[in-house]
């Protein structure tokens, strides 16, 4: 069995009887027959796409890292099993050697020169034989690895050009942080009084009226994600994780909130993040469609490709903390594989909570007092 056809399977394995979940259960969650579960996890068979080998690895609880890991084995495992084992090499045939001839005996030079010949030919085949023998799976065997070529005479390179250019990723990102286009529950932490805070302007003016009032995102930040694939290939979105760099108590001001009135909207899916946790995760929440319509479920994974983009609504929430934080998307493409950051414009996302502060909305004709979140 081919190498990494092995490492595949036992990935699989080591994940099922880590989960304490039986063949027979994962198969009916699976939608596949035991004894196809049986021969991915031996090594008889390597499931045709990495979507069952995910899935099963996700029943099974596996981390971030893992899925990585065995999506790689499984691009291992894939190409193996299509490399068609080469026949074993056959031994050259004799040379035949002349009958010497009785009236014209050979001289010692001759036969130097065909002894030299020979060695010259058994060479050729050699090189030959190790040509087609060469491991087709070289290029493989390191994610985002340029493809190997076989050896043969260039000259010496230069050190810039030794240096390849690393390639782009293939899926960028853009964010808005417009509150889910909408002033509902969107507050902001200002030092001024309500007689120095002008009235609150139209949606898309919020951020700049609050960022020239010193604001800062209170309560909580509602986000929206779009991930777009580039032309060629789909990528593979795996999981979005949130890194915090700093959290520390939030600072006190006035809670200043720019909507009044609202309630009973629609929300989309979305991917709640705590970030009072002691460690803020991306969770998956259903989205609100209306009375008597199914929920809108979000969840890994997705795919992206250059005509086809996925947005993600996050909402990242604190009650008395100053957090400084961003995201990380995992992403996969073929072989490739890496993580893409999504912060505002090159800085942290920053949150406070506004536990104990003042509250206020703007009733139309000035600022009334109202309960924070």
Known sequence: MATGIEDFAAQLRELKERSGHSYGMLATRLHVSTSTLHRYCNGAAVPGDYAPAERFARLCGATAEELVALHRRWLLADAAKRVPSLPAPVAPAPIPVPAAEPDVPATPRVRRRRRGAVAVAVAAAAAALAVVAAPALHSRLAADAPAATLPHPTPTPTAKAAAAPQAPAPVSVSV??????????????????????????????????????????????????????????????????????????????????????????????????????????????????????????????????????????????????????????????????????????????????????????????????????
């Open 176 to 373: 808005l942080s417009d509150n889910w286009d909408t002033q509902c529950d969107q507050w902001f932490l200002l030092a001024q009084q309500p007689g120095k805070v002008p009235p609150p302007p139209s949606l898309e003016e919020t951020n700049g009226w609050a960022a020239a009032l010193g604001g800062t995102p209170a309560g909580n930040l509602r986000l929206e994600v779009t991930a777009q694939g580039s032309p060629g290939r789909p990528v593979v979105l795996h999981g979005l994780y949130v890194k915090e760099l700093s959290s520390r108590p939030a600072p006190a001001g006035i809670g200043y909130t720019t909507g009044s009135g609202c309630g009973g909207v629609l929300t989309p899916a979305y991917f709640d993040v705590d970030l009072d946790a002691a460690a803020p995760r991306a969770t998956s929440v259903d989205g609100f469609a209306g009375n008597d319509q199914p929920p809108v479920v979000a969840d890994f994974p997705f795919q992206v490709s250059g005509s086809e983009s996925q947005v993600l609504d996050v909402a990242g929430h604190t009650v008395d903390r100053d957090v400084s934080w961003y995201l990380e998307i995992l992403w996969s493409c073929g072989d490739r594989h890496g993580t893409l950051r999504v912060d505002d414009h090159g800085r942290p996302f920053r949150t406070v909570g506004l536990k104990g502060d003042p509250g206020y909305f703007y009733n139309g004709r000035a600022w009334e007092p109202t309960d924070v979140p």
